[in-house]
Structures are given as C-alpha cells and as structure tokens.
C-alpha cells in the first residue's frame, strides 16, 4: 500500500508560480500512475494532470494546459506539479493521487485508490 503526503500550496498573487510535491511512503511508487486533482469550493473534484507509469505520457486538462507540468522523481518517490502563470480560478485544494497500473504508458483519468491529504493554493488577483 502507498501512503501520499502532498505539500507546496500556499497563497500567491495571479502570475506566480508554485510546484507541489507528493511524497509517497510505504512501497515504491513504481508500477503506479500518478495524478494531480483539485476541488474548489462548491464545486466537484476535477483531475488536473497525470502522468503515466514510464513517465512518457502526460495528460492535462484543458485549462491548465500550457501552464503546469507534471513530473516524477522514481528515485525520490515524489510527483511534481509545476504551476505556472497561475490565475485566480486556479484556486482550489489540490490532492495527489496514485493507482496501480500494468499499461505504462497509459494515463488513466478514473479509479485512483490512494490520495493525499489535500494541500491549499490560492492565488490572489
């Protein structure tokens, strides 16, 4: 079982950047896809970037596309998520997410079984 810490949020102004990280415990995240997720108040969880088991394969939604980069570390067992040119909309508590996956290539969109705690970013206009 993988247990993820996720840390990084913090308020900023509209324009800045901010990387989070997901430290993950327990047993290597290799053979695990890796997501970023956000949920801002009022309104359903909505995935934000993953990247797949090899690393080869990204996947953004459209909004944030362009402007924030997933990554991953094997040798530090941490995911990344560089955000750039960051906009008021952009606020949100952000999770990271782990399943398990044969395909390695493969970014899957649904059936994450192991999340973080939730880190805040808010960005002020």
């Known amino acids: 079982q993988v247990q993820l810490e996720d840390s990084g949020g913090g308020l900023v102004q509209a324009g800045d950047s901010l990387r989070l990280s997901c430290a993950a415990s327990?047993?290597?995240?290799?053979?695990?896809?890796m997501a970023w997720f956000r949920q801002a108040p009022g309104k359903d969880r909505e995935l934000v970037a993953v990247?797949?088991?090899?690393?080869?394969?990204?996947h953004y939604t459209d909004s944030v596309e362009g402007r924030f980069t997933i990554s991953r570390d094997i040798a530090k067992n941490t995911a990344y998520l560089q955000m750039n040119s960051l906009k008021p909309e952009d606020t949100a508590v952000y999770y990271c997410?782990?399943?398990?996956?044969?395909?390695?290539?493969?970014?899957?969109?649904?059936?994450?079984?192991?999340w973080g705690q939730g880190t805040q970013v808010t960005v002020s206009s």
């Open positions: 327990g047993r290597t995240f290799i053979g695990y896809a």
């Open positions: 997410a782990a399943t398990l996956i044969l395909e390695r290539d493969s970014t899957p969109i649904i059936g994450y079984d192991y």
């Open positions: 990247i797949s088991v090899s690393g080869r394969n990204t």
